[in-house]
């Protein structure tokens, strides 16, 4: 480098740069202790949630689980329960569930078999 | 690349000796002062909360982030300094306000590696061999865009200087 650009350097060097205020770190956390009630009430909400689902659902199985052929079949509750219970019956005593579906589907068909069934009826005339 | 966590007092230390110079730099990119000082200040915040960095290269990390703050800052803010109007962001002895009006446009007009050359030698007190080691930069190139930028700066400051 000439001696012209060291004499550049020095009166560059001349030049300070502005000073700056003291590193202060920015006090830490007023919001702290807030955000971590917050953090924890988030988590009590979702494990009460999750206890309530999980009961739930463990009273619906239960209630699947303990069907009786003759309420169901006095009723037509059965309907609306799970499938759940049907293969559950189906599995345990496939003639229940026979008399089951036959009990319910002369309900709701027109009687075929019998002296005074449709069918007969019919055929007589 | 190996990083580390500096201490709170070895990024302390590093403040006080590059804080000043780091803000002109910062200013260099079109931003106020306090602006600048903001850059500087959030950067050594987050080393004092354990961001860890490059162990042999603390101050051209410091630089290039100064870099990139200002410039992301300066997007944001979508707003120029006046050259001519400009705030001060170094000082001379002889107090002479448009002395370092002059040198700070000089300044601005570099580019980038050139004015990060000149800062880091100049303001940072690092040797071109250092400035080459810590930036990854092969040394004739380092030694080239300061030589290209002290010419720049020469012509850019020659009537003031051939007083």
């Known amino acids: ?125 | 690349m190996r990083t580390t966590k500096l201490t709170p007092d070895e990024v302390r230390s590093l403040y006080k000796m590059h804080g000043a110079a780091l803000a002109a730099y910062a200013c260099s990119f079109g931003l106020d002062h306090a602006s600048a000082q903001d850059v500087v200040q959030q950067l050594f915040l987050k080393l004092l909360e354990g961001r860890p960095l490059a162990p042999h290269a603390p101050v051209a990390y410091l630089y290039r982030a100064t870099r990139n703050a200002s410039l992301n800052l300066r997007r944001n803010l979508r707003r120029e300094t006046d050259l001519h109007t400009a705030e001060l962001w170094f000082t001379h002895p002889g107090g002479g306000h448009d002395e370092v009006l002059n040198l700070q446009n000089a300044l601005k007009e570099l580019p980038d590696e050139q004015r990060e050359a000149v800062f880091l030698k100049v303001w940072s007190g690092m040797t071109l061999q250092e400035i080459a080691d810590v930036t990854g930069t092969p040394l004739n190139t380092v030694a080239s865009r300061y030589r290209y930028a002290v010419e720049k700066l020469r012509e850019r400051l020659i009537q003031r200087f051939r007083r």
């Not at chain 1, 569930?97 to 709701?108: D, F, N, P, T």
């Open chain 1, 1 to 125: 480098m000439s001696l012209y650009d060291d004499e550049t350097e020095r009166y560059l060097a001349e030049f300070r740069p502005r000073a700056v205020q003291p590193l202060e770190p920015m006090p830490k956390g007023r919001d702290a202790p807030l955000l971590w009630v917050a953090a924890v009430v988030a988590v009590v909400l979702l494990a009460v949630g999750l206890l309530w689902f999980a009961h739930r659902e463990a009273g619906r199985l239960r209630e699947a689980a303990n069907i009786q052929p003759r309420k169901v079949s006095a009723t037509r509750a059965w309907r609306y329960e799970s499938t759940l219970a049907l293969t559950r019956l189906a599995l345990e005593d496939g003639e229940r569930l026979e008399s089951l579906l036959a009990g319910e589907s002369r309900k709701e068909l027109p009687p075929c078999r019998g002296e005074q069934s449709t069918l007969s009826v019919l055929a007589k005339e």
